[in-house]
């Protein structure tokens, strides 16, 4: 599985960080951004989650 954002959607919520922070940091400006494409075997439920709570639809996860 991988997590792809498009940043020009994101407007720093930060909600997707607080469910997956393994996968997603925030940048000085509370804006999202992945910390890797590839999500690991063990965070693919925190990853659905994290794309679950972004009310923008940045986020978005590819099989």
Do not use: F, H, I
């Given at each position: 599985?991988?997590?792809?954002?498009?940043?020009?959607?994101?407007?720093?919520?930060?909600?997707?960080?607080?469910?997956?922070?393994?996968?997603?940091?925030?940048?000085e400006?509370?804006?999202?951004?992945?910390?890797?494409?590839?999500?690991?075997?063990?965070t693919?439920?925190?990853?659905?989650d994290?794309?679950?709570?972004?009310?923008?639809?940045?986020?978005?996860?590819?099989?």
């Amino acid at each position: 599985m991988k997590l792809l954002l498009d940043s020009t959607l994101c407007q720093g919520y930060g909600l997707c960080q607080e469910s997956a922070p393994e996968l997603v940091d925030l940048d000085e400006w509370g804006y999202a951004r992945l910390r890797a494409t590839d999500v690991p075997p063990d965070t693919e439920d925190k990853a659905r989650d994290a794309v679950a709570a972004c009310p923008q639809a940045a986020l978005r996860r590819v099989n």
